[in-house]
């Protein structure tokens, strides 16, 4: 199935290595295996691509760390946790199953779809609390979890940690609406959040209202959060390009219109393919004309709101993280390599141009759910191709000490570049 869908299914391996891992795979299932450890044998195989959008995803949870973790650029961190359970918010783990997270997170690349370490990290801190991951990566005894972690005082502790069958507690934020925005006048800054990229009146209706408030109280400058934004429909970029300035100019039926150098495309045939997408032709591929993006022709027009005077000229900001994904990461490269506005925060969690818009199907005797990327999409600016995330102009980190303090790295680093305080764009993160 991956051959005849995926647009280029050896450009990680070769196929000659394909074949090697799938008969090393076959040849290390001798005897029956519980579902979930077929599972992660699976996953080898689809990870082995590096296409974080060609996936396998079951959901065998039944046992859970009683905790959610986040994996800052300094190590792994506690960020919520039930009482009694032995870790409390702030804790910075030490080992888990007396393996160091970095270690772990090594292991984890192996069965986290992922293109860069960034949303390796994401994922990684989501994995840890689950059953499944901690079993596969050999750290459960007894239905526990050894961890030492250090506490916010700088106190070590050795705990135990039971696996209950209740989910960790739930993001606080998640109950809140995907968009939403507010006006800082003190420092003239419109801020708007898109949580997912749902292209819905909602986030029509919130957009146009959020720049009618910016155009009345003469907002110079605008702030997108995409750091919590996974992905969905690229229809909301579109949208929010229409209140950005002509940069191209021209008219068209008495009405000015941007273009913008956006992304081009190659798809794979199949008969899968056509299927789920409806296209007439079941096998080969449309390439994209790569040409294009040489003489900067890869323009899309974009037509612009009414009133004409939503249009907003001012300074553009763009905050991303390492969950940034997908089509809000075509958000941050559209901006960045158009010089629309100015990204900050830490890296993406994908490469810019990137394989993706999977089909799904379903294995014949496991039910996993399988998704396959039958697209390659190419960032507007070739020059950046190579590039596995697209990179803050203004790097802001997310470290412990932050999550402890319930300080916002990026919004504290956009506000001091804001009142012209200074930046510190020089922090590195801890490479491993």
């Given at each position: 199935m991956?051959r ?6 050896f450009?990680?391996?070769s196929?000659t290595e394909f074949d ?8 290390s299932i001798?005897?029956?295996r519980?579902r ?11 990870n082995s ?14 046992s ?6 986040y994996?800052?650029v300094?190590?792994l961190v ?5 009482s009694?359970c032995?870790?409390?918010f702030?804790?910075?783990?030490v080992?888990?199953g007396e393996?160091?997270p970095?270690?772990l997170?090594d292991?984890?690349?192996q069965?986290?779809a ?5 949303w ?5 801190a ?10 596969h990566?050999?750290l459960?005894?007894?239905n526990?979890v050894?961890?030492?972690v250090?506490?916010?005082n ?9 696996l209950?069958?209740d989910?960790p507690p ?7 609406p995907?968009c939403?925005?507010?006006?800082d006048?003190?420092?003239?800054l419109?801020?708007f959040?898109?949580d ?5 009146s909602?986030?029509l209706?919130?957009l ?11 907002i ?6 995409i ?10 970029v ?10 191209f100019g021209?008219w068209f039926v008495?009405m ?10 190659d798809i794979?045939f199949s008969p ?6 409806n296209y ?10 790569l040409?294009?993006?040489?003489i ?7 037509s ?14 763009i905050?991303?993280s ?7 990461n075509?958000?941050?490269?559209l ?5 629309l ?7 993406t969690g994908?490469k810019?141009t990137?394989f993706?818009?999977p089909?799904?199907f ?9 998704y396959?990327?039958h697209?390659k ?8 191709d190579s ?5 803050p102009?203004?790097y802001?980190?997310?470290r412990?000490?932050d ?5 916002d790295?990026q919004?504290e680093?956009?506000?001091?570049l804001?009142s012209g305080s ?9 490479t491993r």
């Amino acid at each position: 199935m991956i051959r005849r869908v995926h647009p280029d299914p050896f450009h990680a391996l070769s196929e000659t290595e394909f074949d090697a891992l799938i008969q090393d795979l076959s040849q290390s299932i001798t005897t029956s295996r519980p579902r979930e450890e077929f599972f992660f044998i699976l996953k080898k195989l689809t990870n082995s691509l590096k296409d974080g959008h060609t996936e396998l995803y079951y959901s065998p949870e039944q046992s859970y760390v009683p905790a959610r973790f986040y994996w800052a650029v300094d190590g792994l961190v506690v960020i919520q946790a039930q009482s009694g359970c032995g870790l409390e918010f702030g804790d910075r783990v030490v080992s888990l199953g007396e393996k160091d997270p970095w270690d772990l997170l090594d292991r984890l690349a192996q069965v986290i779809a992922t293109e860069n370490a960034y949303w390796l990290r994401d994922r990684g801190a989501d994995a840890l609390s689950r059953g499944s991951f901690l079993r596969h990566l050999g750290l459960v005894e007894g239905n526990a979890v050894r961890s030492v972690v250090e506490d916010i005082n700088g106190n070590l502790k050795d705990v135990r940690v039971s696996l209950t069958p209740d989910p960790p507690p739930s993001d606080p934020t998640s109950s809140r609406p995907f968009c939403g925005f507010s006006l800082d006048e003190a420092h003239s800054l419109g801020f708007f959040y898109l949580d997912q990229c749902h292209f819905n009146s909602s986030y029509l209706s919130a957009l146009q209202t959020f720049f009618e408030e910016v155009k009345n109280k003469r907002i110079k400058r605008v702030a997108l959060d995409i750091r919590r934004n996974t992905g969905g429909s690229s229809l909301v970029v579109d949208e929010f390009l229409r209140y950005m300035p002509v940069r191209f100019g021209g008219w068209f039926v008495h009405m000015p219109y941007t273009k913008v150098r956006g992304f081009l495309s190659d798809i794979r045939f199949s008969p899968e393919a056509a299927a789920q997408q409806n296209y007439s032709q079941t096998s080969g591929y449309l390439l994209a004309d790569l040409n294009l993006r040489l003489i900067g022709a890869n323009l899309m027009r974009i037509s612009p709101p009414l009133p004409l005077d939503l249009i907003f000229h001012g300074q553009v900001f763009i905050l991303t993280s390492g969950r940034t994904y997908s089509s809000a990461n075509w958000f941050a490269a559209l901006f960045q390599d158009n010089r629309l506005g100015s990204i900050l925060g830490e890296p993406t969690g994908n490469k810019p141009t990137y394989f993706g818009h999977p089909l799904n199907f379903k294995t014949p005797n496991s039910q996993f759910n399988l998704y396959i990327s039958h697209k390659k999409f190419y960032r507007p600016d070739y020059t950046k191709d190579s590039l596995n995330s697209v990179l803050p102009d203004f790097y802001f980190p997310t470290r412990i000490e932050d999550i402890r303090e319930a300080r916002d790295a990026q919004m504290e680093g956009l506000l001091s570049l804001l009142s012209g305080s200074g930046l510190d764009t020089g922090r590195k993160e801890k490479t491993r």
